[in-house]
């Protein structure tokens, strides 16, 4: 059975992957150089952002192995893959949402609205 805070979760994750698309198609670099709202951080682009992304999150809300299905799901692998989209596919279709789950997305909308605001 879902929770109220199992729903609120899925609806939240929708949310973000339409967050993380916009951005995503925001990022887009000016004649081969690094995009604007990464000065100073270097060249980076959205495939490694996301994996480091991933590798975070991971680390900071996913260290009891509750979210390991929805990892794998993703194609995570520490620093070397995985989709930040299909990970919020995963959990909003969970339906066995762990709690870990909503201390994620919080983390995921603050560091989304970071990026947001270099946009």
């Given at each position: ?6 729903t609120s979760s899925r609806l939240k994750a929708v949310a973000l992957a339409g967050r993380w ?99």
């Open positions: 059975m879902s929770t109220p805070r199992a698309q916009g951005l995503v198609q925001r990022h887009l670099p000016l004649r081969g150089g690094p995009c604007s709202c990464v000065m100073g951080i270097g060249n980076i682009t959205v495939a490694d952002f996301e994996i480091d992304l991933l590798d975070f999150l991971r680390r900071k809300y996913a260290g009891d192995g509750s979210l390991d299905p929805n990892f794998a799901h993703a194609g995570h692998e520490e620093a070397n893959a995985g989709s930040l989209l299909l990970l919020l596919q995963s959990l909003a279709r969970d339906p066995a949402l762990p709690e870990s789950a909503a201390d994620l997305l919080d983390g995921l909308e603050a560091s989304l609205g970071s990026l947001e605001a270099g946009h």
